[in-house]
């Protein structure tokens, strides 16, 4: 099993693709520190200004806001929007759900597949694309639907997917 | 203030704002100020209209006149000839049978199919007032409940005269919102909290993004009512991350409730204080369970937490805690306002008032619509649905979203509420209404509703965590045609403990869409097991194994 995890030390941001000045993490933990429930929010605050959550990132805020390591992990991968591992630049959430999926979400999924060339939960290899599968995006008058960072487009065909990466590249 | 001969209201709902109703928005404003218009037409940016499928939709006052799919280049003709000549622009009204081609004769909306069997309570507002104004809320009798009863009413009758209207949550498991609150109210402890249900992540159901953004001040009256009610000087709203646009909106009618004095300290000098935080949700289905998502906002780990005791003794940080949904917030102020016996003019005697349903699936108008109670699947289906897309046969109807069940045309006329559907083995749940032809095939449907609840099972109780793996596996053998012997049973058998033992609504509801298909259709999973054969030719691997037969190429 793993290494033990040493609590918590100033660990440098020596991983990721941002260069992130640990202090930041600080200013966000010391913005809701005295709040009930706050690690959420800023768990959430911390993936915007790195990317994702890196160990260094999770140990300084369980040092600020005074839990254990294990606890913020615990958080951290229990959620979808969460990530502990560094995306692509755009992340492309496909509704797998069955309202999307009677109104062909298959052939949109494989579409992106085949164009992306890389499957679910994986990253094209220029780093621009990340594909992952969610259960419902809300959308659902208007499926099959897919995510591009925080857009969300609807009505797809494999042939119309094809023209909204487009958007992207 | 300026009068205005016409306004032009923009449907600007999360699924419009997909096709371009902002570009049709601009437009609009930058051809009538081109006419030297704007002193006397006014473009309002509104709430979803309903009609997803058919947007960008655009209504024009004081006619009512409803357009349809309008782009950007169909501006400068709406402009010329309705707001300047006040011609209709007959190419673009909503035509209720699509398929009848030509241009659709001028119909008031709320006597077309779609709107004439509506009664609208909860979207009162929604596609009519521009949802970032709350002078535009107010203007529409907006905090006039919550004025009434801070002035002339005592807590307690707040709480008895929701107890008297019947109100049941309409997050889905559908329980007295009133006794709820009598609870809290009675539960010992100054603190106590208010929690807003926004995780709205039942798949098919989006009626809580677009009452949030087309009437956000109607859920923070609602709130505030309640806190009144139980005692509660402070109210959270969880919604789910995905939900950019409601959580915008919202956050904006919190600020402006403040600046009004609707919220905060002192309201209406009262002496009653009571504010709202969002806070929003990280992406987990089960954060939609009540106790989940106390444990969320609290900062953990979105998993159940074992009642008793349940929230409104011991909820939020410990405290006594009403959480209500989106929908169910939203009702409280017409309640307040008009009276118990009022609302219990609508629906049924044991489910008084509407229901929001949302329409997805092969059905003419995909959208959101709210209807009395009661209402059979026939009448949405047939009557405000406008039936099967392409003349199709209708096969099969999921009420309650992923976590309902599913029901076949012979119930067609089984009364939607809460009570009647649970008879039938189905669920009203959130109010989701997926519909499907017959180019479908059950058990591949069936197949994804097992794969979504193996996704989102949290994994802290045993029966639901295991359970959602092999009814997953069961339904991936069957659907591939290499079911084994036993299968159907160990699935049944599985159902029933999974319901019995779960933890919460989660695994306890996951295996309903899963028997009420088996119950329904039969057939079909015999043939798939039996023999091997997917009789509409959905199932991948046995449609291609009946091709290699046909052509002669197997073996």
């Known amino acids: ?169 | 203030m300026r009068m205005f001969r016409a306004h032009v209201l923009v449907c600007a709902g999360g699924s419009c704002s997909l096709k371009a109703n902002r570009a049709v928005q601009e437009r609009l404003v930058s051809e009538v100020e081109k006419r030297g218009l704007s002193d006397e037409i006014k473009v309002v940016e509104t709430g979803c209209f309903g009609l997803c499928e058919q947007g960008p939709t655009v209504v024009v006052y004081p006619e009512g006149v409803l357009y349809c799919k309008v782009t950007p280049d169909d501006v400068p003709e709406l402009v010329d000839e309705h707001l300047l000549k006040g011609r209709f622009v007959e190419r673009l009204l909503y035509q209720e049978e699509p398929a009848a081609g030509g241009a659709a004769a001028y119909q008031k909306i709320p006597e077309m199919d779609f709107f004439r069997g509506q009664v609208r309570i909860v979207l009162r507002n929604c596609g009519l007032i521009d949802p970032e104004s709350i002078e535009e809320y107010i203007g529409s009798g907006g905090y006039q409940a919550l004025g009434k009863a801070l002035a002339k009413m005592t807590p307690a009758q707040v709480v008895d005269e929701v107890k008297a209207s019947g109100l049941r949550g309409r997050g889905g498991a559908g329980f007295p919102t009133g006794l709820k609150w009598e609870f809290a109210s009675n539960a010992k402890g100054d603190v106590k909290y208010i929690v807003c249900n926004a995780d709205e992540g039942e798949p098919g159901t989006f009626k809580d993004r677009l009452i949030l953004e087309g009437d956000p001040h109607a859920v923070l009256e609602g709130m505030v009512l309640t806190g009144y009610a139980v005692g509660a000087r402070k109210g959270y709203v969880y919604i789910r991350g995905e939900y950019g646009l409601s959580i915008e909106r919202l956050e904006q009618a919190i600020h402006q409730a403040r600046e009004q004095g609707f919220l905060g300290s002192d309201i209406f000098g009262s002496g009653f204080d009571f504010d709202v935080e969002v806070r929003v949700g990280a992406g987990a289905y089960v954060c939609g369970e009540e106790t989940a998502l106390l444990e969320s906002l609290e900062g953990n780990r979105g998993e159940p937490r074992i009642k008793p005791p349940y929230p409104a003794q011991v909820g939020l940080f410990g405290k006594p805690t009403v959480i209500n949904n989106v929908e169910t917030l939203a009702n409280v102020a017409p309640i307040i306002s008009n009276g118990a016996n009022w609302f219990r003019g609508y629906g049924t005697e044991r489910c008084p008032g509407t229901k929001v349903f949302t329409l997805t699936g092969d059905i003419v108008n995909e959208g959101l619509i709210e209807v009395p109670m009661g209402i059979t699947l026939r009448e949405v289906i047939f009557g405000i649905g406008g039936g099967i897309r392409g003349g199709r046969q209708f096969k099969m109807a999921q009420t309650g979203g992923t976590a309902g069940g599913c029901l076949s045309a012979e119930l067609l006329d089984v009364p939607m509420d809460y009570d009647e559907l649970s008879t039938v083995g189905s669920a009203l749940g959130s109010g989701a209404l997926l519909i499907l032809d017959d180019t479908h095939c059950i058990v591949d449907v069936a197949h994804v509703f097992a794969r979504f609840f193996e996704h989102e099972s949290c994994g802290k109780c045993t029966p639901c965590r295991e359970g959602t793996m092999r009814l997953s596996e069961i339904m991936a053998r069957i659907s591939a045609g290499e079911a084994c012997q036993g299968d159907l049973e160990n699935l049944e058998a599985l159902a029933r403990t999974m319901s019995m033992a779960s933890l919460c609504p989660l695994g306890q509801s996951a295996p309903l869409p899963l028997t009420s298909t088996l119950k329904y259709f039969r057939d079909e999973f015999d043939a798939h097991i039996n023999d091997k054969q997917c009789p509409v030719g959905t199932c991948r691997s046995l449609a291609h194994r009946a091709a290699l037969v046909t052509t002669g190429k197997e073996e």
């Open chain 1, 1 to 169: 099993m793993g290494k033990r995890v040493r609590m918590p030390g100033n660990g440098a941001p020596s991983e990721g693709l941002k260069r992130v000045d640990p202090e930041a993490i600080d200013t966000i933990v010391a913005a809701h520190a005295g709040h009930e429930g706050a690690l959420l929010p800023v768990l959430r605050e911390v993936q915007e200004v790195v990317g994702y959550l890196p160990e260094w990132a999770l140990k300084r805020v369980a040092l600020g806001l005074g839990l254990s390591l294990s606890r913020v992990y615990g958080v951290a991968t229990f959620y979808s929007l969460f990530t502990t591992k560094p995306k692509g630049q755009y992340v492309i959430r496909v509704c797998e759900s069955a309202p999307c999926h009677v109104q062909g979400a298959q052939e949109v999924i494989n579409a992106l597949m085949r164009e992306l060339g890389v499957g679910f939960g994986e990253t094209t290899p220029d780093g621009r694309f990340t594909l992952e599968a969610v259960s419902c995006l809300g959308t659902c008058g208007v499926a099959p639907a897919v995510m591009i960072g925080d857009r969300v487009y609807g009505n797809l065909t494999p042939e119309t997917v094809l023209t909204v990466l487009e958007e992207y590249s």
